[in-house]
Structures are given as structure tokens and as C-alpha cells.
């Protein structure tokens, strides 16, 4: 019997995800060729397909798998080297990014006037219906769990930190009214747009680009070494939300995508200002003021943030500009 709060196990995208899909179908241990991982891509489909149906096992589980396999020491142990090898690219793609906040945050405080890949510039300006609802499609696989990954940095913060995260989270979810969750917002926001709401529907349809953007948080949340890090990724999306949002907004007005689409971002545009600067004076601040280590830790997350958004955005782009989807799989 499905679930459909859950998602389904979709096809694999190579020997990774093939290993782990029967792993996860029949209850036994994965059991990959010698050297998969080793010869896997970190950014290919195969790999962000693995990883990302693993990390789903800490969300709302998979659809037909037992809830026990989130604990599974083989896939535990699965997990720990597909996130080496993401890990191990991030650090080597960014060995020389800003290792200070204030560089690392600093030119996201001014928007350049031609960004070099911009999603919302595009669709603002010329973008078309067909293309918005593959976007919303996209971004479902982040907007449908929109919070949750950061939620798990607070036991690990203390002080002003764990104050400010919390009143930022506080808002993602509603403040307290179930009508108002961010998730629940974008999920209607997908039926303007005449697509499926449903968690996780669109995963066969997602790119690795897409992929990884989702994994990273994931991976970044689940681990308490990397709290920093996580801290970096929520500051550099809030930071990022506004501007982008009120584009956003005049894009879904001129589509006719209807008042639910529109919406959602004109809610993100005045509530991510202000989460601005709870998180950068109040969560970066007090979590340096407590762990001064960590400086180098909140930058990286800031950086791999920005770097896998806009190798997402080139690929959307290039496909957009020549006309085809970007998806995997096209939309009806």
C-alpha cells in the first residue's frame, strides 16, 4: 500500500543508486562494485540520487521501506562515503573562498546589476508559463521541507544564537498557524501552477544540480561538525531571498500564474528582510561570539551555497535558452 505522504523509489541512475534501491527494496545490505564510489562523479546523477534518498529516511521516510533503515549501519555507512566524496569536491571547488564572514557576505549585501546566472531575472523579464511551473517542479524537492534541514542546527546552538534561529524558524513555520507554513504556501502555489503538491512527486524529474542543492542542507544539518557551516547556508539564503522574491513576484503577476503563486513570494519578501538581520547580527553573531573557531566553518557553508545555486541556475539557463526542459524528465 503507498504512502503518499512519502515518497516512491524511482528509477537509479547508475550502479550507487542502483545498489542502494535494491538495498532498500528487499532489506538487505547495499552491495556495490569494487570501486563504484571511488570512480563515481560527486555532482553526477547517480550519486546525489543516492544520497538524497538516504538523507529522505531522516524527513518523512520512503514510501514502502521501514522506518528501522534510518538507523541501518550498512546505509549508515553507504551514506558516510558518498558524503566524503560531496564533501571532499566542495572543499577542493572552494579552497580559495572568503575563509572570513564579512568577505564571504559582504557582496551579497549589494546586488550586481548583471548577475551572471539570475533564474529570477529570466523569468521576470522574459521568461514563459511552461517554464515557471518546471521551476516551481525544481524547487519543490526544497520548498516542500522548507525549514526543516535547519531545524536541526538549534540543540546544537546556545544563547543569542538559539534565540535568533528559533524566532526565524518560528516564522518559516506559520507563527504557530498551520495555514501559513512556507511549505504548505509553496505546495499551493504548485496547484495555481497546475502541478502536483504532493511530497516528493517530482523527484524523478530533478536534475543532480537540483539534487545537490537539497543534499547539501541535508548533509550540512545532520551533522554537528559542520553546525558552522549550516549556519552559513540559512544566513546566505536569507540574504539571497528577498531581492529574488520581489522578482519573483512580478514574474508570477505578469505570468497570470494566480494569487496563491504570487503569494508565496510576496510573503518571503518582507519577512526574509527582516530575517536578514536576525541572522546575520543575532545567529552569526552570537555564534562567533560563542565558538570564534567557527568563522572559517560559516563561510564555507555561504560559499558552497552560492556555488551550487548558480551551477543550478546555469544548467536551468542553458537548457531554457535553447528552448528544451530542464528536467530529467519533461513535465505534461
Not at 44 to 72: F, I, P
Not at 85 to 93: F, G, N, P, T
Not at 279 to 297: F, K, S, T
Request: net charge negative.
Amino acid at each position: 500500500m503507498t504512502d503518499p505522504d512519502r515518497p516512491g523509489l524511482v528509477p537509479a541512475r547508475g550502479v550507487l543508486s542502483q545498489a542502494l534501491l535494491d538495498a532498500l527494496r528487499t532489506g538487505r545490505l547495499p552491495v556495490c562494485p569494487p570501486a563504484a564510489l571511488d570512480r563515481a562523479d560527486p555532482w553526477g546523477e547517480d550519486l546525489q540520487l543516492a544520497l538524497y534518498l538516504l538523507y529522505e529516511l531522516h524527513y518523512r521516510g520512503l514510501d514502502e521501506v521501514d522506518d528501522e533503515r534510518e538507523w541501518d549501519p550498512d546505509l549508515l555507512r553507504l551514506r558516510r562515503g558518498l558524503e566524503g566524496a560531496m564533501l571532499r569536491a566542495l572543499r577542493s571547488e572552494l579552497r580559495d573562498a572568503p575563509r572570513r564572514v564579512e568577505e564571504a557576505f559582504g557582496p551579497l549585501l549589494t546586488e550586481p546589476v548583471a548577475p551572471a546566472h539570475s533564474i529570477s531575472h529570466y523569468l521576470e523579464e522574459r521568461g514563459e508559463l511552461w517554464q515557471m511551473r518546471e521551476y516551481a517542479a525544481l524547487r519543490s524537492l526544497y520548498h516542500l521541507k522548507e525549514a526543516d534541514p535547519h531545524l536541526w542546527v538549534v540543540p546544537r546552538l546556545s544563547g543569542r544564537a538559539k534565540a535568533g534561529m528559533v524566532a526565524v524558524e518560528y516564522d518559516e513555520f506559520g507563527a504557530g498557524r498551520a495555514e501559513a507554513v512556507h511549505s504548505r504556501l509553496f505546495a499551493e502555489l504548485m496547484a495555481d501552477l497546475g502541478l502536483d503538491p504532493a511530497y516528493g512527486t517530482y523527484l524523478e524529474h530533478a536534475p543532480a544540480p537540483v539534487l545537490a542543492t537539497v543534499n547539501l542542507m541535508s548533509l550540512l544539518g545532520l551533522h554537528r561538525a559542520l553546525r558552522g557551516a549550516l549556519v552559513g547556508h540559512f544566513a546566505c539564503v536569507e540574504v539571497t531571498s528577498s531581492p529574488g522574491s520581489r522578482r519573483m513576484v512580478r514574474a508570477m503577476r505578469r505570468l497570470g500564474a494566480g494569487p496563491a503563486a504570487e503569494h508565496f513570494y510576496a510573503e518571503h519578501v518582507e519577512a526574509d528582510a527582516v530575517h536578514e538581520q536576525v541572522v546575520r547580527r543575532e545567529v552569526i553573531g552570537g555564534l562567533l561570539a560563542d565558538e570564534p573557531g567557527l568563522e572559517a566553518d560559516v563561510a564555507f557553508g555561504c560559499a558552497a551555497t552560492l556555488l551550487l545555486e548558480d551551477r543550478l541556475a546555469a544548467h536551468i539557463e542553458t537548457a531554457w535558452q535553447r528552448d528544451a526542459s530542464a528536467l530529467r524528465v519533461p513535465l505534461p
